[in-house]
């Protein structure tokens, strides 16, 4: 993992719409360039019992892939774009199985298995771009991106399966990575950054490359309360290439707040230079910092400013600490964080894949746990994913920082007597993501307390492994919880013993 200079006082996210890289304290790991990030649309409504709804996977048909281009893509030809032409009759595609190959038509080692601290697969989980593309449909066309791949590696062709809902995959089909050239200044060139981008520096703008533009920050949000303490960050960044933020510390009159961010007790900071590189894709970037308590008593106002890898300074713009908006059930709301969802619902995108609204979270709950695949108690694992808006939350004190509003995923899991001792690990080949594990009753529509939570196992710092003694006999949920923004895949097993 690359590790990001912040303080005690800041906790930074950086965060798009498939690329998303949070520090955290104690050691964590996260995975490559595997863009997992994907979103859940709204499912809420009456559920089925879960036991009804497991569902015959022996009447299921795989889904098959017909067509498969891929593409060197963006402004600064870092990301590689998959695009796929497929059928699925029952209706479930969810995701994408990606592979590598060089040159050589070799395994290219660029992704890591079960968080080990290096690359050691050529393959991983890849979500789509959009995931409306592929949601309720039996014929699709949906392209799916690893961001910031070609940074490190050199892949130059590819094989893509396409998995549905109940894990069943379709043949691997194979494509050749298409480069893009490289222009000039004066030079014509695709605005969508595919056939091709324009040199370091410039930008594509009315088909030619003409020097690049500043960052420009179009919100700015400094909040508390409901939802927790947070700075937000978005703007448009044309060609990619932000590099940091300057955040100025203010009081309430606009003048410089001297506080302690190294940790030596002693206040020397009136600012703080936040690298931002990474957070801006497709245009757009967001950064999401967490500060401490102690920061939000001295720091009143901020002011933040916007520069790229190529000294375009942007224009700064001020923010006042205010309380958080508040929305209710059926309300619009903002899946950044702008304003929140009252505490008895949750903030889920809609069918169209765009529109987000607060809906009631129980309900939601009980839909989503009426769909999360059943954890036998023999070993076997299981693979899911850990994706979209936040239904649960792990107990305080229970992850590093109490990270708050992840995506997670779920496992049903039934004892029909009482465990003396249950493992739950996450630390599996497939997991590629840092793990908060909790466990709660039926499907956490109560407002019981999980049945323990793990953060950390001894051995891998990032992947949990939950162990429970003396579990009473009873429906539970699993809850896969990501400490980090961006979710991804996972593998979980249980054992009774």
């Not at 992850?399 to 465990?419: Q, V």
Request: aromatic share 4%; hydrophobic share 35%.
């Amino acid at each position: 993992m690359r590790h990001l200079a912040t303080s005690s006082l800041l906790c930074l996210c950086l965060v798009s719409s498939a690329l998303s890289a949070c520090e955290k304290d104690e050691g964590s790991s996260d995975s490559d360039a595997d863009g997992t990030t994907d979103t859940r649309p709204d499912t809420s409504g009456d559920a089925n019992d879960a036991s009804d709804t497991a569902g015959d996977v022996a009447t299921k048909r795989a889904p098959t892939l017909s067509n498969l281009t891929a593409n060197v893509q963006g402004p600064q030809g870092l990301d590689l774009r998959v695009t796929v032409i497929g059928e699925d009759a029952d209706k479930d595609i969810a995701r994408l199985r990606v592979r590598l190959f060089d040159a050589q038509g070799r395994p290219l080692i660029a992704f890591r298995s079960a968080l080990s601290d290096t690359p050691d697969t050529h393959e991983t989980t890849l979500a789509f771009d959009t995931q409306s593309d592929v949601t309720n449909k039996a014929s699709i066309l949906a392209s799916a991106t690893l961001r910031n791949l070609f940074a490190t590696n050199d892949p130059a062709s590819v094989e893509v399966s396409l998995i549905d809902a109940a894990a069943l995959a379709s043949p691997f089909v194979a494509a050749e990575v298409k480069p893009q050239t490289v222009n000039n200044i004066g030079e014509a060139c695709d605005p969508e950054y595919s056939a091709n981008r324009c040199a370091p520096g410039l930008g594509c703008r009315e088909s030619q490359c003409q020097e690049g533009l500043a960052p420009e920050i179009t919100k700015l949000a400094y909040l508390n309360g409901q939802g927790g303490t947070r700075i937000l960050v978005s703007g448009t960044e044309p060609e990619d290439d932000i590099d940091s933020l300057l955040i100025e510390f203010l009081d309430l009159q606009g003048n410089s707040v001297t506080i302690d961010l190294d940790n030596d007790e002693v206040p020397e900071s009136t600012s703080f230079e936040l690298a931002a590189q990474s957070s801006s894709v497709d245009g757009k970037f967001f950064v999401r910092l967490d500060p401490s308590s102690e920061f939000e008593a001295q720091v009143k106002q901020i002011a933040v400013t916007p520069r790229d890898l190529f000294d375009h300074v942007g224009a700064t713009k001020t923010s006042k600490l205010t309380a958080s908006p508040v929305r209710s059930a059926g309300q619009g709301c903002d899946s950044l964080g702008y304003d929140t969802c009252n505490a008895t619902s949750v903030c889920m995108v809609g069918a169209n894949g765009t529109t987000y609204t607060c809906r009631d979270v129980n309900s939601v709950r009980k839909t989503e746990c009426a769909a999360a695949p059943v954890l036998l108690t023999d070993g076997t694992p299981i693979v899911g994913f850990a994706s979209g808006s936040s239904l649960f939350d792990p107990p305080l004190g229970c992850s590093a920082g109490d990270s708050k509003g992840r995506p997670e995923g779920g496992a049903r899991l039934a004892l029909s007597s009482p465990a003396a001792r249950l493992p739950l690990p996450t630390n599996l080949a497939r997991t590629a993501f840092d793990t908060v594990l909790y466990l709660v009753a039926a499907c956490g529509e109560t407002a019981a307390a999980p049945l323990g939570c793990a953060d950390e196992t001894p051995d891998v710092s990032a992947a949990a492994t939950l162990e429970l003694d003396l579990v009473p006999a009873g429906s539970y949920l699993v809850v896969i919880d990501s400490w980090g923004p961006g979710g991804g895949e996972f593998e979980l097993s249980a054992t009774v013993e």
